[in-house]
């Protein structure tokens, strides 16, 4: 006997939500924790529209870190908290920083012309002055601008009649270089990080589980959208899942692996074409013991990463560059039972030809409703059963001793 075959896997809002009443809230539990189990639990409320992400399809991360109370460890990174910070904190830190040091080193400039008597005696010829042609604030600021970025109109100089004034001028020369070099560097490495690289790698917008090679997958499409390609493509997947433990532990969010051909390679990719990247449902696959009823009242997230080194920013032989990485997701809703994706590629004119207009494209094939555990035992039984006949008809057929 063969179980039942589904005829699709887009009526699974109604069953969570008919479903969903019978749920018992977990006792023993804080609020908060009882709250994430009850969303993760095997039915969900009948009124919930629309669930939280762990990730966006578009691979944005759905977590906020808060009440970080060790922040001194950001200042000792500095370059990369720069770099991390968005553009516009980024152009206001960088226009910041210089505009700072003008102001402070014209403030000392003006100080030492104060001190020094410069600016009381402008305009006399006899008077030996540290800083020529600074009188007030605004005539300090331009002589600090003019030093720092070496433009010298020529009208505001430092004499040699004061030591202090040359040694405030190599001072300023020697922090204006280093943030010249600080900043340059974080705008060169901000500019150039391959982050836009990952808009051009596509996902499927649904996974599919149907049959291959005898035995039940998991399966979704990724492609690459440039004709420049990814170096050293690798793929992996995590399955992202509430639960709790047989001692009453609540275990939020658990991450766990899920096979896509690590052992044999296959999650390497020479991603020119589309790809279809396939998880076999086996005794290791968290989805063992899932089939499509189970799915319904499931809930847990399915997380996909790619990485890969940009080609143009890379080095084809020593394979090193700039790391890309494209993230998308997939919640149980997004999961057809029995269904399998469409070829997209096809040969013409000498060359193959990749039609992206059927690249989410699925056709349904008959699929056993049953999980993957569940048709190992019925294949097991069957062989079972098979042998004892084969033993029945072997007794019968031979002959009879005299």
Request: charge should be neutral; charged fraction near 25%; glycine fraction near 6%.
């Amino acid at each position: 006997s063969v179980p039942s075959i589904p005829n699709s896997a887009r009526g699974r809002t109604s069953a969570r939500s008919s479903a969903a009443a019978a749920v018992p809230a977990p006792e023993g539990l804080p609020g908060r924790c009882r709250k994430l189990l009850e969303e993760d639990s095997p039915m969900v409320q009948a009124g919930k529209r629309q669930r939280q992400r762990y990730v966006t399809k578009m691979g944005k991360c759905q977590v906020n870190l808060g009440n970080i109370q060790d922040k001194k460890r950001f200042l000792s990174d500095i370059f990369t908290t720069i770099v991390d910070l968005k553009y516009r904190w980024f152009l206001f830190v960088f226009m910041m920083c210089y505009i700072i040091t003008w102001v402070v080193f014209a403030t000392i400039y003006l100080f030492d012309a104060w001190v020094r008597g410069d600016v009381w005696h402008q305009g006399d010829p006899e008077w030996q002055a540290c800083i020529e042609n600074v009188d007030g604030f605004i005539s300090a600021l331009l002589f600090s601008v003019e030093s720092q970025r070496t433009i010298g109109y020529g009208s505001r100089i430092v004499t040699a009649n004061c030591v202090e004034g040359v040694i405030l001028l190599m001072a300023q020369s020697i922090v204006g270089s280093m943030i010249d070099a600080l900043m340059v560097g974080c705008m060169f490495v901000k500019i150039s990080r391959p982050k836009k690289r990952a808009q051009t790698l596509i996902f499927s917008k649904n996974c599919v589980i149907s049959r291959r090679d005898e035995k039940l997958c998991l399966m979704f499409r990724v492609g690459d959208l440039r004709e420049s390609h990814m170096v050293d493509a690798k793929i992996r997947a995590k399955l992202i899942k509430s639960r709790q433990t047989a001692e009453g532990e609540f275990i939020p969010l658990e991450q766990s692996e899920l096979n896509l051909g690590y052992d044999t390679g296959e999650d390497r990719l020479f991603l020119v074409e589309p790809q279809i990247i396939c998880h076999v449902i086996d005794c290791r696959s968290p989805f063992w013991d899932m089939s499509a009823e189970s799915l319904r009242r499931e809930q847990f997230e399915i997380i996909i990463i790619l990485e890969g080194i940009v080609e143009a920013t890379g080095d084809r032989c020593l394979a090193a560059g700039m790391t890309c990485q494209a993230r998308t997701s997939y919640t149980e809703d997004e999961i057809l039972w029995g269904y399998r994706f469409e070829p997209c590629m096809s040969l013409e004119k000498g060359a193959f030809q990749v039609d992206y207009s059927r690249f989410e494209m699925t056709f349904e094939v008959q699929t056993p409703a049953a999980s993957a555990k569940e048709l190992q035992e019925l294949r097991e039984l069957e062989q079972q059963e098979h042998s004892t006949l084969s033993l029945y008809w072997d007794h019968l057929l031979q002959p009879c001793a005299p």
